[in-house]
């Protein structure tokens, strides 16, 4: 394979951050109910067990949140390829916004 052949790409990730949003409140909420349930369980005559159900409720929360995340973000990525002496310009709101428009070579 020559370098002539190498078919270029352009990566461009659309996340925003109201694509996860949802995502944190529900997590947000897992935590406080952990956080309730620990409190309330405070009082009882063993106080192990309040530490014990918020570590578990983190702990087997943790999973299914960085699934959520992972997903969310694989499903924003974009990939196109380039074809020769198409101009490369920058997408609105993206950190390349401040780079100047290039011609892919």
């Known amino acids: 394979m020559s ?13 925003t951050f109201g ?8 997590w947000l909420i897992t935590i406080t109910l952990s956080l309730a349930s620990a409190l309330a369980l405070m009082g ?9 159900t918020a570590g578990l409720v983190v702990l087997l929360s943790l999973p299914f949140l960085l699934f959520a995340f992972v997903t969310t973000l694989l499903n924003h990525i974009e990939v196109s390829p380039v074809g ?3 101009k490369m310009e920058p997408i609105p709101g993206n950190v390349s ?6 011609a892919a070579s």
């Open 3 to 15: 370098g002539n052949n190498i078919q270029k790409y352009r990566f461009v990730c659309t996340l």
């Open 19 to 26: 694509d996860i949003y949802g995502q944190i409140i529900v």
């Open 44 to 52: 009882a005559k063993r106080p192990v067990y309040a530490l014990a």
């Open 84 to 86: 020769p002496g198409t």
């Open 97 to 102: 916004q401040q780079q100047p428009v290039q």
